[in-house]
C-alpha cells in the first residue's frame, strides 16, 4: 500500500498505533479525511523551490543594492568592483533573458542611474580633487568601462530614458504576489501544524496498494488552501473533488493571474489617487495675502514703526526665519513711514537694515549672492545715497549708540557706517566676477556693473570728503584707486605731457593717503597701485624711482597675501614696461622672480596650480580662491613668458658664446637654459610651433651670428597673434626688438669668431647686420672698454684690429685639463694625509707651497701679458708716426 496518505508522523511501521483504519478508495466513500500529513515534513527543513529566473534576478538585484550603498558614500573602487559583478551576473542570466525576450527594468535602471552617477562625479571637479588616489582611479576606469559597457544597450536605454515610468507598476504588482504567495505558505504551513497537534495520531491506508497517485501535480495555492480549511462537510471533514488533482490548462492559469493583477493595479491607482478628483477653475492662482504690519486702529507714529522695526530685527539669524519675507517686510515698513511722513530719519534707519538683511540673504560668506538680490543690492545703496545726500543735516556715524538715536525731532542721529555698506557691495561685486565663467555673456553682463559702482564710490567720496575722518577718505580713495589702476587710457599713453584726469585724481588720492594714512597697509597698496599705472602708461622712469624710494621689496614678506600679490602684478607691469622702453636687462631682473619657478598663475592670483608634494585641505582651497582676481584684471600669462624668454635670450646667448669656455660660467637665466636643454634632448626637432619652441629656434640661430633667420622666428604671424599684437602700439615694440636682435647677434658673432679673424672692416659687419655703422662702432667700443673684446680700432681704416691674448680652443681646454687634475691631485693628498693620521701635524704644507706657486705663476702670466699688450700698442702707434 502507498505510504503517501498516512497519518502518522512516522515512516516506520513499528510507531503505529494498534488500530488500523481502512480507508476505502476514493470512488466509494462521501468522507474525506480533514487533511494529509506528510511524513517528511519535520524531518527535513522546508525547501522552497525557485525557478531559474528568479534565481539569476535576485543575484543581479542583490548586486544593485549593494552598489547602490556604495554610491552613497562614493566609494569609486567598490562601485567599480560592483559593476563588474553585475556584469558577469548578466552574462550568466542571459539564457533566462533571451525566454523572456526582453531585458529586466530594473537592469536598465540600474545602469542609466549608475550614468548619471558616474557623470555627476566626473563634473564636479572640486569633489574629483578632494577624492583619495584609489577612488579617483576607481572613477575614471569605471567611466571607461561603462560608456564601453553601454554601448550594447544603447537603444533600451535611450527607450528607458524616454519612457522611464513604464513598467513599474508591473514590478511593483509582481514583487507584491511574490510577498503574498510567501505570506500564503505561512499560513498554509501554521495552519496544518495546528491541526496535526490536534488530531489524533492514526495510521490511513487505502485498500489498494498501486502507487498510481505519485504522479499527480500538487498544486497548492494560497486560495485553495484558505478553501480547503473554511469549507467541509462538517467540523473536521473536507470535499476534495476530481479537478482538485488535475492539472491546469497553461492559458488558463495565465488568465488566472492576469486577472490578479489587473484588480491589484487598480486597487493601487485607487489607493494612490487618495480620493476623488476636484475640478479647478481657471485663472491664476489665488495670492495669499501679506501679514498686516499693524492693527486697524492702530495709530501709526515713530514708537510703533520702532517697535515693529524691532521685533523684525529680531528674527534675523534665527533658524527658521524666512529671508525674502524679511526684506519684504522692511520694504512695507518704510513705505509704511514714509506714507505717514515720520520723517527722513526713520525712514534712512530702515534703510540700513533693508541692505542688511540683503547681505544676510546668502549665509555663506564663500560664495556670491543671486543676480536679483544684487540688483536690489545696487538699488539699495543708491537709494541711500540719495536719502544721505538729500539731508545732509541727518548725522550718521557707526559710534552713535542705539540709546542716542534720535530719529523723531532734528537734529537727527542714525547709527551706521555708508562707507562700510559700500566696501561689502564692492566685495560683493568682486565675488560675483569670481563665480562667473569668463567667456560667458553672463560676466560681460554684470562688468556693466561696475560703471554704476564706480559712480556709487565718487558720490560717497564727495559726501565723506568733507565731513568724514582722515581714516575713512583713504579707505573710499583706496577703493577708487583699485578701481582705476589697471585701466589703460590711450590718450595718456599718447600724450604723456599733458595732464590727464586719471593721473591727476590717481595723484592727489595717492599724496593724501601717503601723508595722513596711520596703516601701512593702505600706503602701501595705493603706492603698489600707482607704480602699476604708471608702468601701464610705459612711464618707465617715474614708476622706477618710485619703487626704488619705496623700498617695499625690503619688506613686503611681512605684508598680507593680497598685498603680496598686488606686488607680484606690479613687478611683472613694470618689467613689461622696461622691456618696451628696450630696457632688456631691467626687464629680466623684474621678471625673473616670478618666472623662475614656474608658478607664475599662482602667484599672480589668476588661477591655482596642482601641487605635487601635498594635497591642499577644502579650507585652504576656498580661501584660495577668494583671492583670484576678477578675469578682466588678468595679465597674458603667455605674452609674460615670452617677454621674460626673449630677454633672458638677449643676454643669455652673448654671454654663454663669451664665455663658452668657462668651466665655471654661472646661469643668468636658470629657465631658459631648462627650455634649451629640453630642446635638446628630443631625438627630431620638427618646424617650431609654439611659443617656446620658436624662442628656442631664434636663439640656435643667434648663437651662429644669423640674426635675419632669428628675427623671422620671433617675428612672424603666429608670434604677432599670440604675443606681439597684444602691446598696444606693437610696431613700435616689433621694430625694438628687430634692432635689439641685431646688436645682440652682432656681439654673438664677434665672441663665437673673433679668434678667425685678423682684422675686420666696421663697413662689412654693418652690411652683414643692417645697422648704422656708428651703431657698430660703438657697440665695439663698450666692448674694448669693458674688456669683453681684445681688439682695438683703427680710426682711419675703419677696421678692428685683433689681439691674439685670448687662448685658443685646444690651449682652454688644456688649462681646464691641468685644473682638473691638479684639483685631483689636492683630493688624494688630502685621502693619504687623513689616513696616515698627521693632519694636525702637517697642516698640508705641500698643497700649501703648490697653492702659492700657482698663484705666483699665474699672477706672472697675467703682468707678461698686461707687458705685451701695452708693447703692442706702443709698436702700433709709431707706426701709425711713421707712417
Given at each position: 500500500?502507498?505510504?503517501?496518505?498516512?497519518?502518522?508522523?512516522?515512516?516506520?511501521?513499528?510507531?503505529?498505533?494498534?488500530?488500523?483504519?481502512?480507508?476505502?478508495?476514493?470512488?466509494?466513500?462521501?468522507?474525506?479525511?480533514?487533511?494529509?500529513?506528510?511524513?517528511?515534513?519535520?524531518?527535513?527543513?522546508?525547501?522552497?523551490?525557485?525557478?531559474?529566473?528568479?534565481?539569476?534576478?535576485?543575484?543581479?538585484?542583490?548586486?544593485?543594492?549593494?552598489?547602490?550603498?556604495?554610491?552613497?558614500?562614493?566609494?569609486?573602487?567598490?562601485?567599480?568592483?560592483?559593476?563588474?559583478?553585475?556584469?558577469?551576473?548578466?552574462?550568466?542570466?542571459?539564457?533566462?533573458?533571451?525566454?523572456?525576450?526582453?531585458?529586466?527594468?530594473?537592469?536598465?535602471?540600474?545602469?542609466?542611474?549608475?550614468?548619471?552617477?558616474?557623470?555627476?562625479?566626473?563634473?564636479?571637479?572640486?569633489?574629483?580633487?578632494?577624492?583619495?588616489?584609489?577612488?579617483?582611479?576607481?572613477?575614471?576606469?569605471?567611466?571607461?568601462?561603462?560608456?564601453?559597457?553601454?554601448?550594447?544597450?544603447?537603444?533600451?536605454?535611450?527607450?528607458?530614458?524616454?519612457?522611464?515610468?513604464?513598467?513599474?507598476?508591473?514590478?511593483?504588482?509582481?514583487?507584491?504576489?511574490?510577498?503574498?504567495?510567501?505570506?500564503?505558505?505561512?499560513?498554509?504551513?501554521?495552519?496544518?501544524?495546528?491541526?496535526?497537534?490536534?488530531?489524533?495520531?492514526?495510521?490511513?491506508?487505502?485498500?489498494?496498494?498501486?502507487?498510481?497517485?505519485?504522479?499527480?501535480?500538487?498544486?497548492?495555492?494560497?486560495?485553495?488552501?484558505?478553501?480547503?480549511?473554511?469549507?467541509?462537510?462538517?467540523?473536521?471533514?473536507?470535499?476534495?473533488?476530481?479537478?482538485?488533482?488535475?492539472?491546469?490548462?497553461?492559458?488558463?492559469?495565465?488568465?488566472?493571474?492576469?486577472?490578479?493583477?489587473?484588480?491589484?493595479?487598480?486597487?493601487?491607482?485607487?489607493?494612490?489617487?487618495?480620493?476623488?478628483?476636484?475640478?479647478?477653475?481657471?485663472?491664476?492662482?489665488?495670492?495669499?495675502?501679506?501679514?498686516?504690519?499693524?492693527?486697524?486702529?492702530?495709530?501709526?507714529?515713530?514708537?510703533?514703526?520702532?517697535?515693529?522695526?524691532?521685533?523684525?530685527?529680531?528674527?534675523?539669524?534665527?533658524?527658521?526665519?524666512?529671508?525674502?519675507?524679511?526684506?519684504?517686510?522692511?520694504?512695507?515698513?518704510?513705505?509704511?513711514?514714509?506714507?505717514?511722513?515720520?520723517?527722513?530719519?526713520?525712514?534712512?534707519?530702515?534703510?540700513?537694515?533693508?541692505?542688511?538683511?540683503?547681505?544676510?540673504?546668502?549665509?555663506?560668506?564663500?560664495?556670491?549672492?543671486?543676480?536679483?538680490?544684487?540688483?536690489?543690492?545696487?538699488?539699495?545703496?543708491?537709494?541711500?545715497?540719495?536719502?544721505?545726500?538729500?539731508?545732509?543735516?541727518?548725522?550718521?556715524?557707526?559710534?552713535?549708540?542705539?540709546?542716542?538715536?534720535?530719529?523723531?525731532?532734528?537734529?537727527?542721529?542714525?547709527?551706521?557706517?555708508?562707507?562700510?555698506?559700500?566696501?561689502?557691495?564692492?566685495?560683493?561685486?568682486?565675488?560675483?566676477?569670481?563665480?562667473?565663467?569668463?567667456?560667458?555673456?553672463?560676466?560681460?553682463?554684470?562688468?556693466?556693473?561696475?560703471?554704476?559702482?564706480?559712480?556709487?564710490?565718487?558720490?560717497?567720496?564727495?559726501?565723506?570728503?568733507?565731513?568724514?575722518?582722515?581714516?575713512?577718505?583713504?579707505?573710499?580713495?583706496?577703493?577708487?584707486?583699485?578701481?582705476?589702476?589697471?585701466?589703460?587710457?590711450?590718450?595718456?599713453?599718447?600724450?604723456?605731457?599733458?595732464?590727464?584726469?586719471?593721473?591727476?585724481?590717481?595723484?592727489?588720492?595717492?599724496?593724501?593717503?601717503?601723508?595722513?594714512?596711520?596703516?601701512?597697509?593702505?600706503?602701501?597698496?595705493?603706492?603698489?597701485?600707482?607704480?602699476?599705472?604708471?608702468?601701464?602708461?610705459?612711464?618707465?622712469?617715474?614708476?622706477?624711482?618710485?619703487?626704488?624710494?619705496?623700498?617695499?621689496?625690503?619688506?613686503?614678506?611681512?605684508?598680507?597675501?593680497?598685498?603680496?600679490?598686488?606686488?607680484?602684478?606690479?613687478?611683472?607691469?613694470?618689467?613689461?614696461?622696461?622691456?618696451?622702453?628696450?630696457?632688456?636687462?631691467?626687464?629680466?631682473?623684474?621678471?625673473?622672480?616670478?618666472?623662475?619657478?614656474?608658478?607664475?598663475?599662482?602667484?599672480?592670483?589668476?588661477?591655482?596650480?596642482?601641487?605635487?608634494?601635498?594635497?591642499?585641505?577644502?579650507?585652504?582651497?576656498?580661501?584660495?580662491?577668494?583671492?583670484?582676481?576678477?578675469?578682466?584684471?588678468?595679465?597674458?600669462?603667455?605674452?609674460?613668458?615670452?617677454?621674460?624668454?626673449?630677454?633672458?635670450?638677449?643676454?643669455?646667448?652673448?654671454?654663454m658664446a663669451a664665455h663658452e669656455m668657462d668651466a665655471r660660467r654661472r646661469m643668468i637665466s636658470k629657465n631658459f637654459h631648462h627650455v634649451m636643454r629640453m630642446s635638446e634632448r628630443q631625438a627630431l626637432t620638427g618646424p617650431p610651433e609654439s611659443m617656446r619652441e620658436h624662442v628656442v629656434a631664434a636663439s640656435k640661430a643667434m648663437k651662429t651670428g644669423n640674426w635675419k633667420e632669428c628675427k623671422n622666428y620671433i617675428i612672424n604671424e603666429k608670434m604677432n597673434a599670440k604675443v606681439w599684437e597684444l602691446f598696444y602700439k606693437s610696431e613700435t615694440v616689433q621694430e625694438m626688438v628687430t634692432s635689439k636682435i641685431q646688436e645682440e647677434s652682432l656681439r654673438t658673432y664677434l665672441f663665437t669668431y673673433s679668434s678667425v679673424y685678423d682684422s675686420l672692416s666696421l663697413?662689412?659687419?654693418?652690411?652683414?647686420?643692417?645697422?648704422?655703422?656708428?651703431?657698430?662702432?660703438?657697440?665695439?667700443?663698450?666692448?674694448?672698454?669693458?674688456?669683453?673684446?681684445?681688439?682695438?680700432?683703427?680710426?682711419?681704416?675703419?677696421?678692428?684690429?685683433?689681439?691674439?691674448?685670448?687662448?685658443?680652443?685646444?690651449?682652454?681646454?688644456?688649462?681646464?685639463?691641468?685644473?682638473?687634475?691638479?684639483?685631483?691631485?689636492?683630493?688624494?693628498?688630502?685621502?693619504?694625509?687623513?689616513?696616515?693620521?698627521?693632519?694636525?701635524?702637517?697642516?698640508?704644507?705641500?698643497?700649501?707651497?703648490?697653492?702659492?706657486?700657482?698663484?705666483?705663476?699665474?699672477?706672472?702670466?697675467?703682468?707678461?701679458?698686461?707687458?705685451?699688450?701695452?708693447?703692442?700698442?706702443?709698436?702700433?702707434?709709431?707706426?701709425?708716426?711713421?707712417?
Open positions: 500500500m502507498s505510504r503517501f496518505f498516512k497519518g502518522s508522523d512516522s515512516e516506520s511501521d513499528s510507531s503505529s498505533s494498534d488500530s488500523e483504519v481502512n480507508v476505502p478508495r476514493p470512488g466509494a466513500s462521501t468522507a474525506r479525511p480533514v487533511a494529509y500529513a506528510f511524513s517528511d515534513d519535520e524531518d527535513e527543513p522546508k525547501r522552497i523551490v525557485r525557478s531559474a529566473k528568479d534565481k539569476r534576478f535576485d543575484e543581479l538585484r542583490e548586486i544593485i543594492k549593494k552598489m547602490g550603498n556604495h554610491k552613497k558614500i562614493k566609494d569609486m573602487a567598490s562601485v567599480l568592483t560592483d559593476f563588474e559583478e553585475l556584469g558577469k551576473a548578466y552574462d550568466k542570466s542571459k539564457k533566462v533573458i533571451e525566454k523572456e525576450n526582453q531585458i529586466p527594468r530594473f537592469f536598465l535602471r540600474c545602469l542609466v542611474e549608475l550614468e548619471d552617477f558616474v557623470s555627476e562625479c566626473w563634473e564636479d571637479r572640486e569633489g574629483r580633487k578632494q577624492m583619495s588616489k584609489n577612488n579617483a582611479k576607481g572613477l575614471t576606469t569605471l567611466r571607461q568601462k561603462l560608456k564601453k559597457y553601454n554601448r550594447d544597450f544603447e537603444s533600451d536605454i535611450a527607450t528607458y530614458r524616454e519612457n522611464p515610468d513604464e513598467g513599474e507598476e508591473e514590478e511593483a504588482v509582481d514583487s507584491e504576489e511574490e510577498k503574498s504567495d510567501e505570506e500564503a505558505r505561512e499560513d498554509f504551513t501554521k495552519m496544518k501544524a495546528a491541526k496535526e497537534e490536534s488530531r489524533p495520531s492514526k495510521k490511513v491506508t487505502y485498500d489498494d496498494d498501486d502507487d498510481d497517485d505519485d504522479d499527480i501535480d500538487w498544486e497548492m495555492s494560497s486560495d485553495s488552501s484558505s478553501s480547503e480549511s473554511d469549507g467541509g462537510e462538517g467540523p473536521g471533514t473536507t470535499v476534495y473533488t476530481a479537478a482538485m488533482f488535475l492539472k491546469k490548462q497553461p492559458g488558463e492559469e495565465k488568465k488566472e493571474k492576469k486577472e490578479k493583477k489587473e484588480k491589484r493595479v487598480k486597487k493601487k491607482r485607487e489607493e494612490d489617487e487618495g480620493g476623488e478628483w476636484e475640478e479647478v477653475t481657471k485663472g491664476a492662482p489665488m495670492i495669499k495675502e501679506a501679514p498686516k504690519m499693524f492693527a486697524k486702529d492702530t495709530e501709526v507714529n515713530h514708537e510703533a514703526v520702532i517697535k515693529k522695526l524691532n521685533e523684525i530685527i529680531s528674527a534675523r539669524g534665527k533658524k527658521g526665519t524666512d529671508r525674502n519675507e524679511q526684506i519684504a517686510l522692511l520694504k512695507e515698513l518704510q513705505s509704511i513711514s514714509n506714507a505717514n511722513n515720520l520723517g527722513p530719519a526713520i525712514s534712512m534707519k530702515i534703510m540700513f537694515h533693508i541692505i542688511s538683511a540683503i547681505y544676510d540673504y546668502n549665509p555663506n560668506i564663500a560664495t556670491c549672492m543671486r543676480s536679483e538680490m544684487w540688483e536690489k543690492c545696487l538699488a539699495g545703496v543708491s537709494e541711500l545715497l540719495d536719502m544721505v545726500e538729500a539731508n545732509p543735516d541727518i548725522n550718521i556715524g557707526e559710534n552713535i549708540l542705539e540709546e542716542s538715536e534720535n530719529v523723531t525731532t532734528p537734529p537727527y542721529r542714525v547709527r551706521g557706517c555708508v562707507l562700510t555698506i559700500v566696501e561689502r557691495m564692492d566685495e560683493e561685486f568682486t565675488k560675483m566676477l569670481q563665480a562667473c565663467d569668463a567667456h560667458s555673456t553672463e560676466y560681460v553682463d554684470r562688468l556693466k556693473d561696475e560703471k554704476e559702482v564706480c559712480v556709487i564710490l565718487d558720490r560717497l567720496q564727495t559726501y565723506l570728503v568733507p565731513r568724514g575722518t582722515t581714516e575713512e577718505i583713504c579707505r573710499v580713495y583706496l577703493r577708487r584707486i583699485e578701481h582705476m589702476y589697471y585701466k589703460f587710457d590711450p590718450e595718456a599713453y599718447d600724450n604723456p605731457k599733458l595732464e590727464n584726469k586719471s593721473f591727476k585724481d590717481m595723484e592727489e588720492m595717492c599724496k593724501f593717503i601717503y601723508a595722513k594714512d596711520l596703516t601701512d597697509r593702505l600706503r602701501t597698496r595705493s603706492m603698489l597701485c600707482q607704480i602699476y599705472h604708471q608702468a601701464l602708461h610705459d612711464r618707465w622712469y617715474q614708476a622706477r624711482d618710485l619703487m626704488l624710494m619705496s623700498h617695499l621689496q625690503d619688506t613686503i614678506q611681512h605684508s598680507d597675501v593680497p598685498t603680496q600679490i598686488l606686488y607680484n602684478r606690479t613687478m611683472v607691469q613694470l618689467g613689461l614696461c622696461a622691456f618696451r622702453k628696450g630696457n632688456i636687462r631691467d626687464a629680466h631682473n623684474a621678471l625673473v622672480d616670478i618666472q623662475s619657478g614656474g608658478r607664475a598663475k599662482e602667484l599672480l592670483a589668476q588661477g591655482l596650480l596642482l601641487q605635487r608634494q601635498h594635497e591642499r585641505t577644502p579650507e585652504q582651497e576656498k580661501i584660495e580662491k577668494r583671492r583670484l582676481l576678477p578675469y578682466h584684471m588678468h595679465i597674458n600669462l603667455e605674452l609674460l613668458e615670452c617677454v621674460y624668454l626673449v630677454s633672458a635670450m638677449l643676454i643669455e646667448v652673448p654671454y663697413e662689412t659687419l654693418a652690411e652683414m647686420f643692417e645697422i648704422d655703422q656708428g651703431v657698430v662702432h660703438s657697440i665695439i667700443s663698450k666692448m674694448i672698454i669693458n674688456e669683453e673684446l681684445m681688439a682695438s680700432l683703427d680710426e682711419p681704416t675703419h677696421t678692428v684690429v685683433m689681439h691674439r691674448t685670448e687662448p685658443t680652443r685646444l690651449q682652454s681646454l688644456a688649462l681646464q685639463l691641468s685644473e682638473k687634475v691638479s684639483s685631483l691631485v689636492d683630493n688624494n693628498e688630502r685621502i693619504m694625509e687623513l689616513k696616515q693620521g698627521n693632519l694636525f701635524f702637517q697642516k698640508s704644507g705641500g698643497m700649501q707651497d703648490r697653492q702659492d706657486r700657482f698663484q705666483g705663476n699665474y699672477q706672472q702670466n697675467r703682468n707678461q701679458n698686461w707687458q705685451d699688450r701695452r708693447n703692442q700698442r706702443q709698436n702700433y702707434s709709431q707706426r701709425e708716426r711713421a707712417y
